[in-house]
């Protein structure tokens, strides 16, 4: 896969890319990286991207020709990349849209700065996307989270064999609580079920508390969310007031379905 990404900032990107997934990607081939800087499209001494906004108004608006001179530049070496200018007037991005993203060859990343960009852009790019609903000074930090999240989901990304299926079954449920060593940390230990070496019943454990979790924390996640017959039940049941405690009663090692209070 290819990722362009148009900035005036290109500093803000390639030490990330370098880095983690990416840089892995990028060092074993499967992803190359181009960061163009957009003042190279500009043909004034000064090279200006930036221009006052019709109608008055505070700020600065993004010159609609350095951009398209990038997009043309960008086109001869992939001509049928996906054009995505990041925006905080597009569509929020999410794990859906990661994965379409994910399906292209090519990808092509505009990072808007100042109050925005000339209108006009918009008819040469194929979307608008925004990672939320917060302001950021201009589109760098969502292209790097649309790169990351997209090079995530290529095959072979991830280290670990496990991972990208996991991954590709995202499920739109919070993880469950996850331990590490030490047993007991400031008096805080760890539920006995997964110590218990039962690993069927682990693996309940943690579908049972992934589920509890959404429904205490993203209980609209559970409206869309892919659920097998058991965690639906579990879901009626919470509506009702039940707790996992309910649910871990048979067969339990333990009292605790997540941290108990400090322990001496
Ligand atoms: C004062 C005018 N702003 C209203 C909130 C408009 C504005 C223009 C440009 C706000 C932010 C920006 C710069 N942001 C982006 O380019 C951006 C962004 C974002 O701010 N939030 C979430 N996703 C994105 S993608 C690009």
Do not use: N
Request: glycine share 10%; proline share 6%; with cysteine.
């Amino acid at each position: 896969m290819t990722f362009d990404i148009v900035t005036i900032f290109p500093a803000m990107i390639e030490r990330p890319l370098a880095t983690g997934i990416l840089g892995r990607a990028i060092d074993r081939g499967t992803l190359d990286v181009k960061v163009r800087d957009l003042r190279d499209f500009t043909t004034d001494r000064h090279r200006v991207v930036d221009d006052v906004p019709y109608g008055g108004g505070p700020g600065m608006v993004m010159k609609a020709e350095p951009i398209l001179d990038a997009l043309d530049a960008i086109r001869a070496g992939a001509p049928g990349a996906r054009r995505v200018l990041l925006s905080p007037r597009g569509a929020v991005f999410t794990h859906a849209r990661a994965v379409a993203l994910a399906a292209e060859q090519d990808l092509v990343l505009v990072c808007g700065r100042y109050e925005g960009v000339d209108e006009r852009v918009r008819h040469f790019v194929d979307e608008e996307l925004s990672i939320g609903d917060y302001v950021l000074s201009g589109g760098e930090a969502a292209a790097l989270v649309v790169a990351e999240t997209v090079t995530r989901l290529q095959p072979g990304a991830l280290g670990d064999a496990g991972a990208p299926t996991r991954d590709s079954f995202f499920r739109g449920l919070l993880e469950h609580p996850q331990y590490t060593r030490p047993e007991v940390f400031q008096g805080w230990g760890v539920p006995d079920v997964l110590r218990s070496g039962d690993h069927a019943l682990i693996e309940r454990w943690k579908r049972l508390m992934s589920v509890w979790r959404t429904w205490q924390r993203r209980r609209e996640l559970l409206e869309t969310a892919d659920l097998s017959p058991e965690e639906q039940k579990w879901v009626d049941g919470f509506r009702q007031g039940r707790t996992p405690d309910d649910y871990l009663a048979q067969g339990r090692a333990t009292h605790e379905p997540g941290v108990g209070p400090p322990i001496q």
